[in-house]
């Protein structure tokens, strides 16, 4: 009978441990689905750096589109990450972890018209909620539309494990998904929407969350990051 068991449950294991959709790849289902994956995880094909600037803070690394943290001399180059490709209406699933007291996030619709990615894309903020060195507001914690909307809830996980975040934006509409919780939701380009702009840290910046197109981008600010699974699809 313990033989029979044992057996059994090696047979629950093995199909388990098959049935596990391996990292960096897309199944028939997300294929069928519309699904497009944006990193390989061996190579940096699909994407490049912000304006083409010379940089060399990021690589593929043990299946991570990865970006090595600050040197202590701060020789290296440094700069932003973008797709080739750009996109309007969509939805787009990453995973990702953070280091201890990290800072990064992920833009979309960025241009190329002004000296940084954020300048044009809104970007969703990810940092280290509950160790970064300074005071943070909510509109700069995880999940948050930066400066612009805060998180109803925040369901991080503990640094050093993966989170999985998801975009969606359809026209005006945008929603922030973290660990399979909606945590912002709103319509950009309303009332309530320019009031945030021009009455805070936009307000000087007149093509900040303008485009209804453009890249999506990886932000290096100086912190070890690690990014996975990064799929999206057309809406």
């Known amino acids: 009978m313990k033989k029979i068991f044992f057996l059994f449950a090696l047979m629950i294991f093995s199909f388990a441990s098959f049935s596990q959709q391996k990292d960096n790849t897309i199944s028939a289902a997300e294929k069928k689905a519309g699904w497009k994956l944006l990193f390989d995880g061996k190579t940096l094909n699909g994407w490049r750096m912000y304006k083409n600037r010379p940089a060399d803070s990021w690589s593929a690394k043990d299946g991570n589109l990865y970006c090595k943290g600050s040197t202590t001399d701060k020789s290296d180059k440094r700069g932003d990450i973008i797709t080739k490709d750009q996109y309007g209406d969509f939805e787009l699933s990453v995973e990702w972890k953070i ?81 399979g919780v909606k945590v912002v939701e709103f319509e950009a380009w309303t009332e309530d929407w320019y009031k945030r702009k021009n009455e805070g840290k936009w307000k000087n910046d007149p093509g900040y969350g303008m485009a209804k197109t453009g890249h999506i981008c990886l932000q290096d600010h100086g912190s070890e990051m690690w990014f996975k699974n990064i799929k999206i699809r057309k809406l």
């Open 99 to 179: 280091s201890p007291q990290g800072n990064s996030g992920i833009l979309y619709h960025v241009t190329e018209e002004y000296d940084a990615s954020y300048l044009s894309g809104p970007e969703y903020q990810l940092i280290d909620d509950d160790n970064f060195p300074e005071k943070l507001e909510d509109w700069q914690k995880t999940a948050s539309d930066y400066a612009m909307y805060t998180t109803s809830s925040r369901p991080t996980k503990p640094v050093g494990e993966y989170n999985l975040s998801k975009i969606v934006v359809k026209g005006s509409h945008r929603e922030y998904w973290l660990n």
